[in-house]
């Protein structure tokens, strides 16, 4: 009876501990992806000068770090609903600040090749335990909105980046990309100390029972039991990898990933060739993405829990489909700046809504898991497309066919979704 009245007084404060959750779990996005990954992308076109580097090899370094992103996505999932986010997450920020600062050591294209996997393990460590904790903080009816907050932090990243990088590059002259390197593993150490101060994996470690939830007694945490010592209870892992709805999921997240990497990894480097622009003219359009897309997990992350979250991919690919098709055949400025905002509105929409579906179907306690196995079908899509698309670059000497084919595997995403099972309790 004291356990409940304690709960109610807490729930009904005006302020609920899971918005700490979120706001930390924004930056930690933030660290894993928008600097991470998106670093990259306003960094390429100074490393292929600097070591003379074909836009092949440059897709290769992309998909080198998907590939560890890929590798970690299920294992980073599994190890946080077993062992606890936090320990998780702080552990792979670490791992990423570390390969960060060695990418802009390495003396060569193996050693940037080498450090840009292990960035890759350190991002999905990071990132799929993090979204996975909207469905522990939230109530099925609000985890849509707080995923799609979390997953802005990967829109403050391109801001960043795109903004404050180009400068740095041009101070240091022909090591500026090293140092844009360092700075990027900077910032990560401090996200990294964010989160392991803020960072909570579950309600009952606040006495608290999910936000938007009816009030009543917290349960103990599935990891911590008997006097605070992680306990291993056995997770029924079969209700996820055999679940057909998070595999037809999967292959939806695949088109996502595929397609949108390819205008993620290749942006500036296509800005500057086509339009004839300069490193700090693309870098303000690349950070209009950003920008545009801090609200964009927000929006459609709510819009999803308003009228579904099949309806809102549908409308979100058809967008990223109108996006790189249109910059396929740019030349100009406002081409580019076009194609920016129709994919800046909804950019990382997609990842919200993907969260938020999963934990549907596999509930609140198999939902890192769960994002974790869609996510290695998403990293699939992700590691292959940088490859091809620096390949089908340099046999054609355009970037139009990359974005081509970016669109047309935007399209298949959308008639996928098209596809999805109307129910989204399926567990």
């Given at each position: 009876?004291?356990?409940?009245?304690?709960?109610?007084?807490?729930?009904?404060?005006?302020?609920?501990?899971?918005?700490?959750?979120?706001?930390?779990?924004?930056?930690?996005?933030?660290?894993?992806?928008?600097?991470?990954?998106?670093?990259?992308?306003?960094?390429?076109?100074?490393?292929?000068?600097?070591?003379?580097?074909?836009?092949?090899?440059?897709?290769?370094?992309?998909?080198?770090?998907?590939?560890?992103?890929?590798?970690?996505?299920?294992?980073?999932?599994?190890?946080?609903?077993?062992?606890?986010?936090?320990?998780?997450?702080?552990?792979?920020?670490?791992?990423?600040?570390?390969?960060?600062?060695?990418?802009?050591?390495?003396?060569?294209?193996?050693?940037?090749?080498?450090?840009?996997?292990?960035?890759?393990?350190?991002?999905?460590?990071?990132?799929?335990?993090?979204?996975?904790?909207?469905?522990?903080?939230?109530?099925?009816?609000?985890?849509?909105?707080?995923?799609?907050?979390?997953?802005?932090?990967?829109?403050?990243?391109?801001?960043?980046?795109?903004?404050?990088?180009?400068?740095?590059?041009?101070?240091?002259?022909?090591?500026?990309?090293?140092?844009?390197?360092?700075?990027?593993?900077?910032?990560?150490?401090?996200?990294?100390?964010?989160?392991?101060?803020?960072?909570?994996?579950?309600?009952?470690?606040?006495?608290?029972?999910?936000?938007?939830?009816?009030?009543?007694?917290?349960?103990?945490?599935?990891?911590?039991?008997?006097?605070?010592?992680?306990?291993?209870?056995?997770?029924?892992?079969?209700?996820?990898?055999?679940?057909?709805?998070?595999?037809?999921?999967?292959?939806?997240?695949?088109?996502?990933?595929?397609?949108?990497?390819?205008?993620?990894?290749?942006?500036?480097?296509?800005?500057?060739?086509?339009?004839?622009?300069?490193?700090?003219?693309?870098?303000?359009?690349?950070?209009?993405?950003?920008?545009?897309?801090?609200?964009?997990?927000?929006?459609w992350g709510g819009v999803s829990d308003w009228i579904g979250r099949r309806a809102a991919l549908v409308i979100v690919f058809c967008l990223h489909t109108l996006s790189f098709a249109i910059f396929a055949f740019a030349t100009t400025v406002v081409g580019f700046y076009i194609s920016a905002l129709a994919f800046g509105i909804s950019a990382w929409s997609i990842p919200s809504i993907v969260a938020a579906f999963s934990g549907d179907i596999a509930g609140a306690r198999l939902a890192p898991a769960a994002l974790g196995m869609v996510t290695?079908?998403?990293?699939?899509?992700?590691?292959?497309?940088?490859?091809?698309?620096?390949?089908?670059?340099?046999?054609?000497?355009?970037?139009?066919?990359?974005?081509?084919?970016?669109?047309?595997?935007?399209?298949?995403?959308?008639?996928?979704?098209?596809?999805?099972?109307?129910?989204?309790?399926?567990?």
């Amino acid at each position: 009876m004291e356990n409940q009245e304690g709960a109610s007084a807490l729930e009904k404060s005006k302020f609920h501990y899971a918005w700490i959750v979120v706001g930390a779990g924004t930056i930690g996005v933030m660290g894993a992806l928008g600097l991470g990954r998106f670093g990259y992308t306003v960094i390429l076109p100074a490393m292929r000068d600097g070591l003379g580097l074909t836009y092949g090899q440059l897709g290769l370094l992309g998909t080198g770090n998907l590939i560890g992103y890929l590798f970690f996505s299920l294992v980073g999932g599994f190890w946080a609903s077993r062992y606890g986010t936090k320990i998780v997450t702080v552990l792979s920020l670490t791992l990423m600040t570390v390969s960060l600062m060695l990418t802009g050591l390495a003396g060569g294209f193996y050693g940037i090749l080498a450090a840009r996997i292990f960035t890759g393990v350190g991002s999905a460590g990071a990132n799929v335990p993090i979204m996975g904790l909207a469905s522990a903080w939230f109530s099925a009816r609000r985890r849509g909105l707080a995923a799609g907050i979390m997953v802005s932090g990967s829109g403050l990243g391109v801001l960043v980046t795109g903004i404050f990088l180009p400068g740095v590059i041009k101070a240091y002259g022909a090591d500026g990309w090293r140092w844009a390197w360092y700075v990027l593993a900077a910032l990560s150490l401090v996200i990294t100390l964010i989160c392991m101060w803020l960072l909570k994996d579950t309600p009952a470690e606040k006495n608290l029972s999910p936000c938007g939830a009816e009030v009543t007694a917290p349960r103990p945490s599935p990891a911590k039991e008997q006097g605070g010592r992680a306990a291993a209870a056995p997770l029924d892992w079969g209700k996820v990898y055999k679940n057909p709805a998070l595999w037809q999921l999967g292959l939806v997240y695949f088109a996502f990933g595929f397609s949108y990497i390819i205008y993620a990894t290749f942006f500036s480097a296509h800005v500057i060739k086509a339009g004839n622009l300069t490193p700090a003219e693309a870098g303000r359009i690349w950070s209009l993405v950003g920008f545009v897309s801090l609200a964009s997990g927000l929006i459609w992350g709510g819009v999803s829990d308003w009228i579904g979250r099949r309806a809102a991919l549908v409308i979100v690919f058809c967008l990223h489909t109108l996006s790189f098709a249109i910059f396929a055949f740019a030349t100009t400025v406002v081409g580019f700046y076009i194609s920016a905002l129709a994919f800046g509105i909804s950019a990382w929409s997609i990842p919200s809504i993907v969260a938020a579906f999963s934990g549907d179907i596999a509930g609140a306690r198999l939902a890192p898991a769960a994002l974790g196995m869609v996510t290695v079908i998403f990293g699939i899509g992700q590691a292959l497309a940088p490859y091809v698309a620096g390949k089908l670059a340099d046999a054609s000497g355009t970037f139009s066919y990359p974005f081509m084919l970016a669109a047309f595997i935007a399209l298949a995403g959308a008639i996928g979704s098209l596809l999805l099972n109307k129910s989204e309790k399926n567990m």
